[in-house]
């Protein structure tokens, strides 16, 4: 499960890249902006699991 979890992570911060540089090609910053909140969120996603690894060792 930790795995997938992690998986899903760097999949939401890809996906966030992506939108957010889409966004500033085409210049429509609420797409960018939406694409920076999915990067943040795969980012958080990402430390809490880090934070799980840090705590089962």
């Known amino acids: 499960m930790a795995e997938e979890d992690k998986t899903r992570a760097r999949a939401e911060q890809a996906k966030g890249k992506a939108k957010k540089a889409v966004g500033r090609t085409v ?8 694409g920076r ?16 690894d840090a705590f089962k060792k």
């Open 37 to 52: 909140a999915g990067e943040s969120k795969g980012d958080l996603r990402q430390a809490k699991e880090k934070a799980k």
């Open 27 to 34: 210049g429509n910053e609420s797409m960018a902006a939406e």
